[in-house]
């Protein structure tokens, strides 16, 4: 026995075979997958794993916000639940790892369980999150905020694309908006919450490492940028006469950009950008632009946004512009429990393989879930660090490993944990 009393293996077909299996579901024409929060593709996909978890004997659910629970009752009642999963919605032409792979090492980790005959003292919840994305205008990490009751009216009655509001969306998957609270977790009944994810970025490949373990996650704040100028001929129209959205709208994009260039924050970027008209041979009368601002220290994203708001009534003067900036989506930073996190370094340590302790760029509803409870995350490497892409990848035998350490970090959690 180990000294985490753990010899437990998960099968290596309950992570590599359902993941192609939720690759073929949302799979885009074009590459990749798509799989947006609330579509047919996305119910479809929750349905598939409660299909998995019921067969699995679990005992399976969905809350007010459609997010997805498999429980393995633990001896103790009174012990509270361990929780573990993510998110099975993707961005347009993701990969097929980003999400689901925690999803299915999750349940991996209480087949296992079960197949050995062990208990825990602890409830294992397996979650997969709805909506962490936010895609079609909708906020991210929707599932986990309605979880630890952050979701607010506001959010649900927010229209999103289309002027979908995100109650509509959450009532067309099987939820239901107005009754939303029903959704909350206390804090008493969560004794952990541990994640895996892919890294989604290049350190752990680069370095050789095949674990990652989290030591925080980054905050973020997702702004939406829209730019009023003035239609006109694209002939006709004198240089000095116009009010051109797309110069300013360019203008904006490098301002962005210059905010982490400039050492202002970690990472700045320009996701959306479009024109309303689009046409060759108009001037621009309007652009929309979705920023995106991170950094592992919430004064620094503040004050980036400061700069971006003088910068942009610079722009807007010298281009006779209107912009305006509102902000949308703003996550602190958080630090990982440390207790957690040295389960999953001993369980690295167990299994005799390289890791790496990397702050996480990319946000997670571990964060999000730090407001209810201790939090953990488990990286394994992404090929090239390519993710939101068809390209995304990760070698399957780390995925497996990956879900090895979650199980013993999870059995030696159970046994520490009150
Ligand atoms: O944007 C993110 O970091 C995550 O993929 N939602
Ligand atoms: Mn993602
Ligand atoms: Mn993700």
């Not at 632009?289 to 503040?302: H, P, Q, S, T």
Request: proline letters at 5%; a negative charge; one cysteine or more.
């Amino acid at each position: 026995m180990t000294s985490s009393g753990c010899d437990l293996a998960v099968a290596a077909e309950h992570v590599v075979d359902r993941l192609d299996a939720l690759a073929a579901i949302g799979a885009d024409p074009a590459g990749g997958v798509t799989r947006l929060a609330y579509s047919p593709e996305d119910v479809h996909a929750r349905e598939t794993v409660a299909r998995w978890m019921a067969e699995a004997g679990l005992q399976v659910w969905i809350d007010q916000a459609t997010n997805l629970f498999g429980r393995l009752p633990g001896s103790d009642p009174g012990a509270g639940a361990l929780l573990s999963g993510s998110h099975l919605d993707s961005v347009t032409r993701a990969g097929a790892l980003d999400g689901p792979a925690g999803v299915v090492a999750a349940l991996a980790v209480a087949q296992a369980l079960c197949a050995s005959g062990t208990t825990l003292r602890h409830d294992l919840v397996v979650v997969a999150f709805s909506n962490e994305e936010g895609t079609r205008g909708t906020p991210g990490m929707v599932g986990s905020k309605a979880m630890a009751g952050l979701l607010t009216p506001e959010d649900l009655a927010r229209p999103g694309d289309g002027a979908v509001t995100l109650a509509e969306r959450i009532r067309s998957a099987g939820g239901d908006p107005q009754r939303i609270a029903d959704a909350r977790w206390s804090p008493d009944r969560i004794a952990g919450f541990i994640e895996l994810h892919i890294e989604q970025g290049p350190v752990l490949h680069s370095e050789g490492a095949r674990i990652g373990v989290v030591t925080e996650v980054t905050g973020q704040l997702s702004v939406a940028v829209t730019i009023t100028g003035e239609a006109n001929h694209a002939g006709s129209t004198p240089m000095n006469h116009r009010r051109d959205a797309a110069v300013a709208a360019a203008r904006v994009v490098l301002a962005v950009e210059r905010l982490a260039t400039d050492g202002h924050v970690r990472v700045a970027t320009t996701g959306v950008l479009g024109l309303r008209t689009g046409a060759r041979n108009v001037v621009a009368g309007e652009a929309l632009l979705g920023v995106d601002i991170r950094d592992g220290r919430a004064e620094r994203i503040a004050d980036a946004y400061a700069r971006l708001d003088r910068e942009v009534t610079d722009i807007a003067r010298r281009t006779r512009t209107l912009i305006t900036l509102t902000p949308g989506t703003c996550q602190s930073p958080v630090a990982t429990d440390r207790r957690l996190t040295e389960h999953i370094i001993d369980a690295a340590d167990e299994l005799e393989v390289p890791w790496l302790e990397l702050p996480s760029g990319a946000g997670h509803d571990a964060q999000v879930m730090s407001a209810i409870a201790p939090m953990a995350m488990v990286f394994v490497p992404s090929v090239g660090g390519v993710s939101h892409s068809p390209d995304e990848a990760t070698d399957p035998s780390d995925l497996v490993l990956g879900a090895n350490v979650l199980l013993r970090a999870l059995v030696a959690a159970d046994a520490q944990l009150p």
